[in-house]
């Protein structure tokens, strides 16, 4: 019996325990009113971060100075594939662009793993609004052919680059947006 009730009181305890830590001090003696203006003063500080960011977004594609640091590529039949940003990534720098492709564990041309390619940038134009920035540029090099790109990047930073080729190939970068002083990429040996 004395087993029994020694259980009792440990889960009794552990609940309360638990209890006690998930309240959140701050909003226990709120009214509804308070708690209210605490979530549209939440909202608003995220929204000014949002066009905050946007304006410094618009500022990379403006300077052609730009890194999308790549978790995810889709392939054109929209099968999807994680991949480290360290070393998958479609960068602009001036009138350059490069596009990595590498995959873990396996030795590829640019001795990263896969390939890079680079190309001199022809036609490019950037735009934006109050929830997006979009860039379509074309860019041509001698292992990367002459190929369209399109970026799209949001408030939060995600981007999304889909980079088409002459003969129907297609493929979708998606990553990070980032100015190129803050990227932290590792571009391997071009591909020629």
């Not at 609940?15 to 959140?24: D, H, K, M, R, S």
């Not at 134009?125 to 990047?153: P, Q």
């Not at 003969?167 to 040996?189: A, N, P």
């Amino acid at each position: 019996m004395k087993i029994r009730h020694f259980f009792i009181v440990l889960f009794l305890f552990i609940c309360f325990t638990g209890y006690a830590q998930t309240e959140n001090p701050d909003s226990k003696n709120l009214t509804k009113e308070e708690k209210k203006a605490m979530r549209k003063a939440k909202k608003e500080e995220d929204k000014r971060k949002r066009e905050e960011a946007l304006n410094n977004f618009k500022e990379y594609a403006k300077k052609r100075e730009w890194v999308v640091e790549t978790y995810m590529v889709f392939d054109k039949q929209g099968q999807s594939y994680q991949m480290d940003p360290s070393t998958n990534f479609v960068s602009v720098a001036g009138e350059e662009t490069t596009i990595q492709l590498s995959f873990n564990g396996i030795m590829g041309w640019n001795g990263v793993g896969g390939i890079t390619l680079e190309g001199k940038i022809g036609k490019y134009e950037h735009s934006g609004d109050s929830k997006s920035v979009n860039i379509t540029m074309t860019a041509m090099g001698s292992g990367l052919g002459i190929v369209d790109i399109f970026l799209s990047v949001t408030g939060d930073g995600n981007g999304r680059v889909t980079v088409s080729g002459n003969w129907g190939d297609r493929i979708t970068f998606q990553g990070k947006f980032v100015s190129l002083e803050e990227s932290s990429v590792f571009k391997g040996t071009p591909t020629y």
